[in-house]
């Protein structure tokens, strides 16, 4: 297995980095290319894919696509879809494409699970017609209005994302609620708005053992015994869940339970049974809608040639700026509040899935992987960091996330974020000084920036959106020779944290070698007294 450096189109982006690229300015390759705003631009499905104000010009971009080729990211492509075992270090394959495909599509044809897909599907579609219609009720035969979604990761960020995303698509008596971290606080103040006759709670965890969900799900469990009775916990929990045993033991009833499958990773979870409580409050025509847009852009990603190929640019883009520019972190900023959660999403997408410093073949890798993605929505962005990326002294590679139309505010405030985003991206790009300019209030500019467009933030939009993301970070992969679907850097913490368990509340003594920690816990048990 070669290392991308090895390449021959690695090798000569490099050169043109250094002799070509490293010192233009972005407004000279306007000045020298007038149709450069629309030839690095691409549309695919209904997303707009503004990449013009980046430091690449002609050659780069046929650079970009020789490097796909000599890493063979279509054959990768081909083999995620084809269901190939690409997740190596767990010997899984990798089929979240599976989850939104069509009955006609080849998608994973013969992997153990695929052809249950649409039956799980279609399950999730008759249970929420039922919440919806009152036939499926609480203990004391109120309908459901509250749905609680208990996760943790993937699990917790794909449906609290995507239904923030889609708030003008709830229905009417229906509100969505999140619980995920194990120090309780979100449950104790839920506890305090909801009804407990009229919540019904979605636990998402494949194993049933997740600590901090089972947790968090244990704490709800009791609320509603000391409430409504222990035979009420039959009527207001639900799972998304594999471990029938574990669930038995909890109370869940046979005909909640939703499974999904080992080749569902939790970070592209999404459009499996952990959607349900999205699906739940949104109706499963609008989930499938989502489930249809993601569909149209994975179409896209694995029929498009590498140079206009939009999950395949945006991740070249992305390697270029952190494997030859050294950029650190990249942002990602929305001007649509809604999205306000869009970051932190793609920040456990990208990060959990680049966070590597091994190769396929166990070797170490010699290039950066994996940037640090952070972002905030709007003007409330602007008012916050933006100060850094104009004027500080770290390159900071951006996507503006842009809707032509308000998701549910008048066309005017959202005329009024346009000329935001747009003049955000100028103002970058362009910068600001002069010789009789004050050093204080240079703007260097240069700085890069990519813009996606779109009509409005429909189901089919964000699931175009998600997707593209997705694709981006496999074809990162793919590039580096990683495996992008495992995690096992969080693994040793949860570890460590069960042998503290029993320590932490004085059951047992701490047998460990970290003096910090020790001195950590005796002043925790001093705090307490």
């Not at 999403?345 to 959990?352: D, I």
């Amino acid at each position: 297995m070669r290392y991308p450096t090895d390449l021959d189109a690695w090798k000569r982006l490099t050169h043109h980095y250094r002799d070509e690229i490293r010192h233009r300015e972005l407004k000279y390759m306007f000045a020298r290319d007038k149709s450069r705003a629309k030839d690095f631009s691409l549309k695919a499905g209904d997303l707009v894919f503004d990449f013009s104000k980046n430091h690449v010009n002609r050659k780069t971009r046929a650079l970009f696509a020789k490097l796909a080729d000599q890493t063979q990211v279509q054959s990768a492509i081909e083999a995620m879809f084809t269901g190939e075992q690409i997740n190596a270090t767990e010997g899984r394959s990798v089929l979240h494409t599976a989850l939104r495909a069509t009955r006609r599509d080849r998608v994973g044809k013969g992997v153990d699970g695929v052809s249950d897909v649409h039956g799980v599907l279609d399950k999730i579609e008759a249970f929420v017609a039922d919440v919806h219609k009152a036939a499926v009720r609480g203990s004391t035969s109120k309908p459901f209005s509250d749905i609680v979604n208990i996760g943790i990761g993937g699990s917790d960020l794909g449906p609290v994302m995507a239904s923030r995303a889609l708030r003008t698509y709830w229905r009417d008596g229906m509100r969505f609620h999140s619980v995920s971290n194990v120090d309780g606080t979100q449950l104790a103040d839920l506890k305090k708005e909801l009804d407990p006759e009229t919540t019904l709670f979605i636990v998402c965890s494949k194993t049933f053992t997740t600590l901090e969900t089972m947790t968090n799900a244990k704490q709800a469990r009791t609320w509603i015994v000391r409430t409504l009775g222990k035979k009420a916990v039959i009527n207001h929990f639900v799972a998304a869940s594999t471990n029938h045993e574990a669930m038995d033991a909890f109370g869940i009833h046979p005909d909640y339970r939703f499974g999904f499958w080992d080749w569902v990773g939790g970070r592209y979870s999404l459009w499996s049974a952990v959607g349900l409580s999205l699906a739940l409050v949104i109706g499963t025509d609008n989930f499938r809608q989502l489930l249809a847009g993601a569909r149209k852009m994975d179409r896209h990603f694995r029929t498009a040639k590498a140079d206009q190929n939009m999950p395949i640019l945006m991740a070249m883009i992305s390697t270029w700026y952190n494997n030859f520019f050294g950029a650190e972190s990249q942002a990602v900023l929305p001007y649509d509040n809604r999205l306000d959660r869009f970051p932190a999403y793609l920040q456990q997408m990208q990060m959990e899935s680049s966070g590597k410093r091994v190769r396929m073949d166990g070797k170490p890798v010699t290039i950066e992987t994996g940037m640090v993605i952070w972002g905030e929505a709007g003007n409330n962005a602007q008012h916050s960091f933006y100060q850094l990326l104009h004027q500080g002294t770290r390159l900071v590679p951006i996507d503006f996330l842009l809707p032509a139309k308000s998701s549910g505010a008048t066309q005017t405030q959202q005329d009024l974020a346009i000329a935001n985003c747009l003049a955000q991206s100028e103002a970058l790009m362009d910068g600001f000084s002069g010789p009789r300019v004050e050093s204080h209030r240079v703007h260097p500019g240069n700085r890069p920036s990519s813009t996606i467009l779109f009509e409005s933030l429909t189901p089919s939009v964000l699931g175009q959106l998600i997707a593209a993301y997705e694709h981006k970070v496999f074809v990162e992969g793919v590039i580096w020779g990683i495996d992008s679907f495992d995690q096992w850097g969080v693994e040793l913490g949860k570890k460590v944290a069960s042998s503290l368990e029993a320590v932490v509340p004085g059951k047992e003594k701490y047998t460990g070698s970290n003096p910090s920690s020790a001195e950590l816990l005796k002043t925790v048990r001093r705090l307490r007294k």
